[in-house]
């Protein structure tokens, strides 16, 4: 070896670490599960040689294949959190029916690949019986992206997995049927971070109160400039109270976004009554006839209130129910609203714009009516 | 939860971090490797010095890529050879085990 | 805990950790979460209190006791710390609770990342056994899948994260990233079922992601990165805005037209919806009649989707297919949400040697990025500060048209002249 920059040479300890011919550790650093085991025989047979696909009925897809085969695919909703036991059911399934092999998609639905036509309707009685509805195909409403909120996150103003049981029980018999003008992407997400995304509708909470501060330990559990450089404003300042270095909040200039919660524990945002909903809609991710969007808000000061949420799914279904009336074929619920102007959307669903709706962040010109276009 | 160096009692949390961290000495310092199951060579007390020296100037932890880029020119190695080594010296990871055993606070956020 | 005290006071008489003898069941009451098991949509509620009856792991005892406290008091209890296995950084998202005296069973709850196969396929093979191998060490509660694309094994104490992380691992599974590296990627089906799929996404994720595989399990950028690769412009798996260099399939020639499966098409849903559903929404106005004929000017499509959604068996993507590459998609958090930005609009992907220009030329990019990034700044966000020409310019890739939706409205650059 060389030696080091000054003449100083390697001890040996650091000779022994960098020439050990083993690592300590015995990993297979493989990355990705490998998939094509994963594949069905017919899949693979068929791999990148697909013609065409129909929905002969909710639930069920059918893709034909150049050389004449076609696949079955029944898919079915879950809860996302599931057990080992859930899985084994559908392993179950996927053994008696599919030949061993099943998959899950971007939005939480499980999935079972069949060449034989004749195991669908069978799979669906069994997947129904057993609780897991089929449907989540075509101009449905899909299931709901989500993340952990209380059963594990460590900055969450809410749940997670029980704001979708509340969702998805409101509009099951969406989720199995194929009635709305187009999939209807749901998401919801426990803090402003918005780890659902965006979405058609989303239920996101938005916190009303800047953090309170643990001033006694925020030193020892906080790297302070942190905290500061995560202000999107500028609002924190280093300070000293009873004696110890610590961190204030400028409450005129916080906009409560949270962003120095997940920097630092001791300025809790969280507050089971001033952490309440908004409900923003029209997000959409696919290039299909209009450009991506995000999504805009059009609700909120709705109560944090479990186990069931009765306020935020009331909104969602007028929201919903609105939609299903008043779009065309084809339209996405952003679409929908860009057709109708955002004056119906509000009386149509019953909701209030209000001021704070107009936006007053880094490019709030680019969202105001630069144009003499009007609705009366 | 404490660990015990020279008879005195430290407290530390259930991560194994130092709750003060004026409490930090070389003796805490070892014992705290000890439980890590690290022997503290020269390599490991020239880390914990550079990690300690960076936090009193800067108040925070360096990011790990100042660490690495730290080791690499000081070593002469580039950027993938830094970073086996480190994990070599310190084979849970350089926030997990170098900044536990420097006395620093304990990495926030998954997000 | 502030702003707790008056909604605890509603909770009444609860006793964490001891079980109740009440029809000899494990679990405690759980009057708030018991809420949720009625309803049509299958219940996670159910699902775990079968669980725990079943296997009487007291820490699903605790945690749906905690779950239950704080339904009552409408706050969370998680922290975080640092739990990982030997030579990784990341990977194990850790779990404390900051009540333990009160639920002395959920003291730890630690969650394994755990990256599935491009695709999200499995075979009941390879399911069931990272089940047993879970059940085994962990509480047998699984996620499928979180937002950024992993398996989640949730439940585990720090004692046994290695050898149920070693056991795992020698099967053929790895853990998922974290941090401030590499991040676990999603791909959606593609080739693997689905006909507008541009090009094979699942084999890209496999390769890109054991490309860097090195710095997802021991990270050391300035924040994390994520990849997703969607088959086509529907991009389903939300590529543009859940990351930050989204890969999605497309297509430089014409859209391929079936003309009898038109006709068959039009015959069967009538004039009028052609007119109405596929002609009048196409963005740029590309398709038009022509002696009742329908004509797609190529020189005009964007690449959209929409009339080969509206029209399957007609209509199918051309025959010179690649990627689009879009950058800097990410979340709500400090600067707001932020979509992907097309950087490369046309990239062959048809073999082993595309691939590694890709990834090539990904490297460069990443590159850039570490130096001319922040801490804590999503590439996205390194754009905004430093500008999109600076990136084209550091990164070596011509400014194109297609990069930007019309040019600059105000004259204020230094000219090179």
């Known amino acids: ?376 | 939860m404490g660990i015990e160096v020279n008879g005195v009692n430290y407290e530390v949390d259930e991560n194994g971090y130092l709750v003060n961290l004026e409490d930090w000495n070389e003796d805490v310092a070892v014992k705290l490797a000890e439980g890590e199951e690290i022997e503290m060579g020269e390599a490991h007390w020239d880390l914990v010095k550079f990690l300690r020296n960076y936090y009193e100037e800067y108040q925070i932890a360096p990011a790990v890529k100042v660490l690495t880029k730290a080791i690499a020119s000081e070593k002469g190695m580039d950027k993938k050879e830094a970073s086996e080594f480190l994990y070599g010296m310190f084979p849970k990871g350089p926030a997990l085990q170098a900044c536990k055993i420097a006395g620093l606070p304990k990495p926030t956020g998954c997000v | 805990m502030e702003g707790a005290k008056d909604a605890s006071s509603r909770e009444g008489h609860h006793c964490g950790g001891c079980h109740s003898e009440e029809n000899g069941k494990f679990l405690n009451p759980t009057p708030m979460l018991n809420e949720l098991e009625s309803g049509p949509w299958p219940s996670f509620v159910s699902g775990f209190k079968e669980l725990a009856e079943r296997t009487k792991k007291p820490m699903l005892r605790g945690v749906l006791d905690q779950l239950e406290y704080s339904y009552n008091t409408k706050m969370g209890y998680w922290k975080g710390g640092l739990v990982t296995v030997d030579g990784y950084g990341a990977g194990i998202i850790t779990r404390y609770s900051m009540i333990k005296d009160k639920f002395p069973e959920a003291a730890e709850f630690h969650t394994m990342r755990i990256q599935p196969a491009p695709g999200l396929h499995y075979n009941t093979a390879m399911m069931r056994e990272l089940c047993d191998i879970w059940e085994k060490y962990g509480s047998g509660i699984i996620t499928l899948h979180g937002q950024t694309g992993d398996i989640m094994l949730q439940g585990i104490e720090q004692d046994k994260v290695q050898q149920c992380f070693d056991e795992l691992n020698q099967s053929g599974w790895d853990l998922g990233g974290a941090g401030a590296g590499m991040r676990t990627a999603v791909s959606c089906i593609g080739q693997g079922r689905c006909e507008n799929a541009c090009y094979d996404n699942l084999k890209l994720h496999l390769k890109v992601l054991k490309h860097f595989v090195g710095v997802l399990h021991r990270p050391e950028w300035n924040y994390k990165l994520k990849f997703k690769f969607s088959g086509c412009p529907n991009d389903c798996t939300n590529a543009i805005m859940r990351s930050d260099l989204a890969v999605i399939g497309t297509w430089r020639d014409a859209i391929q037209v079936d003309r009898d499966e038109v006709n068959a098409w039009v015959e069967k849903k009538g004039m009028d919806v052609l007119v109405n559903q596929v002609i009048n929404l196409c963005p740029t106005k590309a398709i038009s009649l022509k002696d009742g004929e329908m004509h797609i000017e190529t020189r005009d499509c964007v690449r959209c989707m929409h009339c080969l959604n509206a029209m399957p068996k007609a209509l199918s993507p051309g025959k010179e297919r690649g990627i689009s590459l879009l950058m800097g998609g990410k979340n709500t958090l400090k600067v707001g949400v932020n979509m992907g930005s097309l950087i490369i609009p046309f990239m062959k992907m048809e073999d082993d040697e595309d691939i590694e220009a890709f990834i090539e030329q990904i490297e460069e990019i990443i590159d850039w990025w570490e130096d001319a990034g922040l801490d804590h700044e999503r590439i996205g966000e390194t754009i905004e500060r430093v500008g999109l020409k600076q990136f084209l310019d550091g990164v070596g890739i011509e400014a194109d048209i297609n990069m930007v939706t019309r040019p600059r409205d105000n004259p204020y650059f230094k000219a090179p002249y």
């Open chain 1, 1 to 376: 070896m060389n030696p080091l920059p000054g003449g100083r040479h390697y001890t040996q300890s650091e000779k022994n670490i960098m020439s050990s011919p083993e690592k300590k550790w015995k990993t297979i650093e493989s990355g990705p599960h490998t998939y094509e085991e994963a594949l069905h025989p017919v899949v693979r047979k068929n791999y990148g040689k697909w013609k065409y696909h129909e929905i002969p009925r909710p639930g069920v897809l059918m893709h034909v294949a150049e050389s004449g085969d076609a696949i079955w695919t029944v898919r079915a909703g879950t809860p996302r959190q599931d057990t080992v036991d859930m899985v084994r059911v559908l392993c179950d399934i996927a053994d008696k029916y599919a030949d061993g092999y099943l998959r899950f998609t971007v939005r939480n639905n499980v999935e079972f690949l069949t060449p034989n036509s004749e195991h669908v309707e069978p799979m669906i009685q069994e997947l129904e019986s057993r609780g897991f509805p089929v449907g989540g195909t075509g101009m449905c409403v899909s299931s709901v992206a989500h993340t952990q909120g209380w059963l594990h996150c460590d900055i969450p103003a809410t749940d997670a997995s029980g704001v979708v049981k509340s969702m998805m029980d409101y509009v099951y018999q969406e989720f199995k049927d194929m009635q709305m003008p187009n999939k209807v992407r749901l998401s919801t997400s426990c803090c402003s971070i918005n780890c659902g995304g965006q979405a058609d509708i989303a239920i996101v909470v938005k916190h009303t109160r800047p953090p309170r501060i643990n001033h006694d330990h925020l030193a020892t559990i906080c790297e302070l400039p942190k905290a500061v450089a995560r202000c999107p404003v500028a609002a924190i300042r280093p300070t000293v109270v009873n004696g110890k270095r610590s961190l204030m909040v400028d409450e005129a200039k916080c906009i409560c976004c949270g962003a120095c919660f997940g920097a630092c524990p001791a300025m809790e945002i969280n507050h089971p009554e001033h952490s309440k909903f908004a409900i923003w809609v029209g997000g959409k991710n696919s290039n299909a006839r209009t450009k991506p969007s995000t999504m805009s808000i059009v609700a909120h000061n709705l109560p944090n209130n479990p186990p069931r949420w009765p306020e935020v799914t009331e909104v969602i279904g007028k929201i919903l129910s609105a939609y299903k009336a008043g779009g065309r074929p084809w339209e996405r619920v952003g679409e929908w609203i860009n057709r109708i102007g955002w004056k119906r959307f509000f009386e149509e669903t019953g909701l209030t714009f209000d001021d704070n709706m107009i936006d007053s962040y880094r490019h709030a010109r680019t969202t105001f009516n630069q144009s003499a276009h009007v609705r009366f």
